[in-house]
């Protein structure tokens, strides 16, 4: 007798709304448009319904766009709607995204309110330069001053960093991550700038007014970084993450875990451990389309249960701790040597992975060229 798999104890809400388009962002967003806000929190009530039974959660997570945006009376509306079905459980994490523009005493007492125990803060940079060259609408007195109020409120608090923005320096970089432990963060998120098709950013490199770090700078100011935060006692957790003790995000843990989540909003995907299904990416369409009853599916990726082994290699070595032969087989019903043998021997013989026997974890090398490892782990050469 065959029994139902039990709920997801993850979920994920998309927030569309922002002040601004930064010029690299390709997120599902639209700026500008807060008349959409009452539509939006009527359409995420009716996405809920999707689940029968309200959903005992360890983790909520409210990405974007700009959640903090909604202000403090938008964001009590929101968990208002979303209480209904999503009920975060004792000691559960609950994370906000936070421009640091938005963050006012005001807005911090409604997160408390909320049962926010953890906010991302968008800072990026700590100086006003390369907030310049990465189109963004705050200063770095700005991310001090959020900073301030969210620490002495109770809150974890997450600050984005970014590296390889146009015309910025590697002394920049030392001189943001100086600054970023100065702040007293318990967590520090560290991404490279991509330039993604159909963004301002890319347009304009495709004109010569834009232009990339090199390779060789943009690799050298990651390596800073991961000295740098770990030199100040910041445990290098996953490629781009860093946190103290007991800062780690627990949800995207359970991303990297390949545990179930659920996911609602315009381009929020969810995933049962084999399909990955993604909302319509389109805000305006993904309302329409919820509030008619109509299929408001934007994609769904189908993995056969190789396929989703394979991804579980993928995000388990992003992970510093690595991946566990005998882990790795009672989660996917797979060997790992079975599914990477070539390209691990390749690895190990060019320094860019250990193998304990047991456990083969990425080493600083390997972290280094990861993303292009990957196509190995998911693209087999077939016979």
């Avoid at 049962?115 to 968008?122: E, N, P």
């Avoid at 705050?138 to 109020?149: E, K, N, Q």
Wanted: contains cysteine; proline residues 6%; negative net charge.
């Amino acid at each position: 007798m065959s029994s139902l798999p039990p709920p997801p104890r993850f979920a994920y809400v998309h927030v569309p709304f922002c002040r601004h388009r930064c010029g690299y962002c390709d997120f599902t967003l639209v700026a500008g448009r807060d008349d959409l806000i009452d539509r939006y929190l009527t359409a995420v009530g009716r996405e809920l319904e999707r689940c029968p039974v309200p959903l005992d959660l360890d983790t909520l997570y409210l990405g974007g766009g700009t959640p903090s945006h909604l202000g403090p009376e938008g964001l009590e509306r929101l968990f208002a709607v979303l209480h209904e079905r999503l009920r975060p459980v004792a000691g559960a994490e609950v994370s906000a995204e936070a421009n640091p523009l938005d963050v006012t005493p005001d807005l911090v007492a409604a997160l408390r309110r909320c049962g926010v125990t953890r906010v991302s803060l968008g800072g990026q940079s700590l100086d006003a330069a390369t907030l310049r060259a990465l189109d963004r609408d705050h200063g770095p007195d700005d991310v001090r001053r959020a900073v301030d109020l969210l620490l002495p409120a109770g809150f974890t608090v997450s600050l984005d960093l970014m590296t390889a923005a146009p015309g910025q320096s590697l002394a920049a970089v030392e001189a943001d991550l100086a600054a970023a432990v100065t702040l007293g963060v318990q967590h520090v998120s560290v991404y490279c700038l991509t330039w993604e098709k159909g963004t301002a950013f890319e347009s304009q490199r495709a004109k010569g007014l834009l232009r990339p770090v090199d390779d060789p700078v943009e690799r050298a100011m990651f390596e800073v970084a991961i000295d740098w935060l770990e030199a100040a006692g910041f445990e290098h957790y996953e490629v781009s993450n860093f946190a103290k003790p007991k800062g780690r995000c627990r949800h995207n843990e359970a991303y990297w875990d390949c545990r179930p989540w659920e996911a609602f909003g315009p381009g929020a995907a969810r995933f049962d451990g084999r399909t990955r299904t993604t909302n319509h990416r389109s805000t305006t369409t993904w309302m329409n389309k919820v509030l008619v009853g109509a299929d408001f599916t934007g994609d769904v990726d189908a993995m056969t249960a190789e396929d989703a082994a394979r991804e579980r290699i993928v995000v388990g070595l992003r992970r510093r701790a690595g991946i566990a032969r005998t882990a790795f087989r009672a989660a996917s019903g797979f060997d790992l040597d079975a599914l990477i043998a070539g390209p691990l021997h390749h690895w190990i013989d060019a320094g860019l992975t250990t193998d304990d026997g047991d456990c083969i974890r990425l080493t600083r090398e390997g972290l280094l060229v990861s993303d292009a490892l990957w196509a190995e782990v998911l693209n087999p050469a077939r016979p």
